[in-house]
């Protein structure tokens, strides 16, 4: 079964600096892999998604996660802060194509201080 | 397009006590799923379904029983709540069956058990 590390409950940035934030997994299959955001009081809204397509993927709202294999690793990424990125980021794991569960990171959240 | 709806928004309940959490989709989406978040966890799967009348249990099953009404509809019976099932729980489905694929969350449901 999968196990998704993500390091850090808590991030604080500046606006305009880079937000990074790590996420690893186990796994010995490739796996399909995902960041969600989750802003106060709301459902989770997708981000971006891994699927062994090219290893750099782009997001919305200008956040980027490159899949390294060799680090088991899917960190996330945004050259510069704004203060509407403060919320709570969630990394998921799956086994691969053919498993519909994913396994969710506790979560890291983003502050951002003006 | 509401995507996916939860009903309630809040609840309360008494230990002992039993209730329905509704939740519905208007995406034309096969695959629907029930998450609890507990602060520090992450999400944690309760159920999935692939399809009307199908369902598979996932992590914390317990306590817990759903039913796939139709396409659209997936709803979470709690029998006889117990303080631990205090939690927020969302709904969330997905265009594919049985595979890894982008899932769409529900705003929530925020269960309280006295």
């Known amino acids: 079964a999968q196990s998704v590390t993500q390091l850090g409950s808590h991030v604080s940035v500046s606006e305009g600096a880079l937000v990074l934030l790590r996420c690893n997994y186990s796994?010995?299959?490739?796996?399909?892999l995902f960041w969600y955001v989750q802003y106060p009081n709301q459902g989770l809204q997708l981000l971006l998604k891994?699927?062994?397509?090219?290893?750099l993927v782009k997001g919305i709202n200008g956040f980027e996660a490159e899949f390294k294999k060799s680090e088991t690793s899917f960190h996330l990424t945004k050259p510069s802060a704004h203060m509407s990125d403060a919320a709570e980021y969630f990394c998921a794991v799956s086994e691969g194509a053919g498993s519909y569960q994913l396994t969710f990171g506790k979560g890291t959240k983003l502050s951002v201080i003006p | 397009n509401a995507g996916v709806t939860q009903t309630p928004k809040f609840q309360v309940l008494k230990t002992g006590q039993s209730m329905t959490l509704q939740c519905a989709q208007d995406m034309n989406h096969n695959s629907m799923y029930w998450y609890r978040q507990d602060p520090g966890m992450g999400l944690r799967l309760i159920y999935y379904s692939a399809s009307e009348g199908t369902t598979d249990k996932g992590e914390v099953p317990n306590g817990y029983n759903v039913s796939r009404l139709n396409k659209r509809e997936f709803s979470l019976r709690l029998e006889s709540a117990a303080p631990s099932q205090t939690s927020v729980y969302f709904c969330?489905?997905?265009?594919?069956?049985?595979?890894?694929?982008?899932?769409?969350f529900g705003p929530g449901t925020r269960l309280t058990v006295l």
């Open positions: 796994s010995s299959v490739p796996p399909y």
């Open positions: 969330a489905s997905s265009p594919l069956a049985g595979v890894a694929d982008t899932q769409y």
């Open positions: 891994y699927t062994s397509a090219a290893t």
